[in-house]
Structure formats: structure tokens, C-alpha cells
């Protein structure tokens, strides 16, 4: 198993883009999965309805799928805490 700790950007397909803390792990199947944390109450509207994007760890891309987008009632508040699940190469 393979984890990352540390700085990350989220990408959104409207071209935005937000800095965020990943805590990621990868299992010998490739398989990858994790969670992205924000800060800033005022990212939560925008982040709310992401259901999809792209991570970049030291630059390299990641694609993603958020499965349930009600995770956020779990941690509302701050900080904002979302899962993901990645849809392809991990990019750690």
C-alpha cells in the first residue's frame, strides 16, 4: 500500500481551481482513494456539487469521482472534508 499526506490542487471542469490538503492511499491493485480538505467557508457552495475533477499531486493529474456527495453533512463546518475515489492512474 502507497500513501500521500500532503498539499494537492482540486480541479473542477469549469476550469477553477483550489488548494487543498490530500491524505490519498493506493492499494498493489492500483485502486486509489481518499480525502481532499478545504478551508474557507465560502468554498462550500462551490464544492458541494463536484462530483468529479481532477487532483494534481507535485503536478502530476488525477482523475476522480466523488460517490456521495452528502459526505459533506458528516463534517459540516469547518473544515470542509469530501471523499474521493479515483478513476485511473493514481497521481502519487
Do not use: C
Not at 470542509?80 to 502519487?92: D, H
Amino acid at each position: 500500500m502507497t500513501t500521500y499526506a500532503g498539499p494537492a490542487v482540486l480541479l473542477i471542469d469549469d476550469g477553477r481551481q483550489f488548494d487543498t490538503a490530500a491524505d490519498l492511499t493506493k492499494d498493489s491493485s492500483g485502486t486509489w482513494h481518499g480525502t481532499l480538505t478545504f478551508h474557507g467557508q465560502d468554498l462550500v457552495p462551490v464544492l458541494l456539487n463536484v462530483q468529479d475533477g481532477h487532483v494534481l499531486v507535485d503536478g502530476r493529474p488525477g482523475e476522480f469521482v466523488r460517490p456521495d456527495r452528502s459526505d459533506w453533512t458528516i463534517n459540516s463546518g469547518s473544515p470542509f472534508v469530501i471523499r474521493i475515489l479515483g478513476s485511473g492512474e493514481a497521481p502519487f
